[in-house]
C-alpha cells in the first residue's frame, strides 16, 4: 500500500481514504474509493460547520475531530448514497480534493 497524501486527519492511499478521529473516542473510518458516488467543495460558515468540532450539525454532514476547523472556509464532501454526508478538513485541501476527485472517478 503506497501513501499518496497524509496529514493529522486523512491518509489517501492507492485504494482508500482513512479518516482518523472519526469515531469516539478516537476510531478511524476507511471509506475504499469506489463506494464514493460524488465529491464536493463545499463552503462552511459559522452554522454550516465551521464551529462543528466533530460530529453532525443540522447540516446531514458528519465531521471528524478537528479543532482547527474555526480557521477552515472549506470541507470536502463526499456522497457514498446514504443520507448522511462525510465532511473532511484535511491541511491540504486542494491536494485532497484533487486525489480523491481523481481517484473515485477511476472507481
Not at 482508500?16 to 462552511?44: H, N, Q
Not at 448522511?84 to 473515485?104: G, N, Q, W, Y
Amino acid at each position: 500500500m503506497t501513501v499518496l497524501y497524509e496529514d493529522k486527519h486523512v491518509v489517501c492511499d492507492d485504494d482508500a481514504l482513512t479518516i482518523k478521529r472519526y469515531y469516539f473516542p478516537l476510531g478511524s473510518k476507511r471509506i475504499p474509493y469506489d463506494e464514493i458516488r460524488r465529491v464536493d467543495d463545499t463552503s462552511m460558515g459559522w452554522l454550516t460547520g465551521k464551529l462543528r468540532l466533530w460530529g453532525m450539525g443540522p447540516a446531514p454532514y458528519w465531521f471528524h475531530l478537528d479543532m482547527e476547523r474555526p480557521g477552515k472556509d472549506r470541507c470536502i464532501v463526499l456522497d457514498r448514497g446514504g443520507v448522511v454526508k462525510v465532511a473532511l478538513t484535511p491541511d491540504d485541501h486542494e491536494a485532497v480534493l484533487s486525489l480523491l476527485r481523481e481517484r473515485a472517478r477511476r472507481s
